[in-house]
């Protein structure tokens, strides 16, 4: 069956400092998704990637969308307080159900 | 636009009893669908819907679950005869199928269940 490897499973940073967090996959996807999830919420989208070598910006986050479709990489900017959360990778065919990898705890140390 | 909105955001339950669930999706999303997360885990798919036409359930969608879209619009997940291993937050999420860009859906808040 397919998998999906997302790493770190944590981090604990300082605040200012930049992150990196990756996922790859046994399987070819059309699409990278990259979400995060506060405690008790659901999760919220923060880049879409839809092209193979894509990189995209949004605010201090960057993604990219690996060459070989198996893989994606977001970076983190410069964290702040609120970047703590759970990051999500989640690639999709097109008109398929999106996959969840097991997500990276990020923790910010005072 | 209030964005997808599920209730109750908690439910207690003991184990054997009957739950329902409810999702509202963003109005004019088409497609509607259904997740289980457990702690420590990603969102787990379990079905969606395409207006009122379920077209696809999970494996981990057993035969003591049932969900519904009746007029295309909300949605509602029942759990008969609850088992603890049913305890996890149930997610629902929307997008507006092919009208907007590929794959990309809303959550919910989430329902968390937990049977005792």
């Known amino acids: 069956g397919q998998q999906l490897n997302q790493s770190p499973q944590s981090m604990f940073i300082q605040e200012g400092e930049d992150v990196s967090m990756n996922c790859t996959s046994s399987?070819?996807?059309?699409?990278w998704l990259w979400y995060k999830q506060d405690p008790g919420e659901g999760p919220v989208l923060l880049i879409a990637?839809?092209?193979?070598?894509e990189l995209t910006s949004n605010g201090r986050l960057t993604a990219q969308f690996g060459i070989t479709r198996k893989d994606s990489f977001l970076n983190i900017s410069a964290s702040i307080p609120s970047d703590v959360g759970i990051y999500f990778c989640a690639p999709a065919n097109r008109d398929d159900k999106i996959i969840f990898g097991k997500g990276t705890r990020l923790h910010i140390l005072p | 636009d209030t964005g997808v909105s599920q209730n109750p955001r908690h439910k207690i339950t003991k184990r054997g009893q009957n739950v329902t669930f409810r999702c509202d999706p963003i109005?004019?999303?088409?497609?509607l669908y259904w997740y289980r997360q457990t702690l420590g885990q990603g969102p787990e798919f379990l079905t969606y819907?395409?207006?009122?036409?379920?077209?696809?359930k999970s494996r981990l969608l057993s035969d003591r679950f049932s969900a519904e879209r009746p007029k295309g619009s909300f949605s509602t997940l029942e759990i008969q005869r609850t088992e603890q291993g049913d305890s996890a937050m149930y997610l629902c999420?929307?997008?507006?199928?092919?009208?907007?860009?590929?794959?990309?859906?809303?959550f919910g808040a989430g329902t968390r269940l937990s049977v005792l």
């Open positions: 399987s070819i996807f059309n699409t």
């Open positions: 999420a929307s997008s507006p199928g092919v009208a907007g860009p590929p794959n990309i859906q809303y």
């Open positions: 990637l839809y092209k193979a070598g």
């Open positions: 109005s004019e999303h088409n497609r």
């Open positions: 819907f395409q207006n009122e036409a379920q077209l696809e």
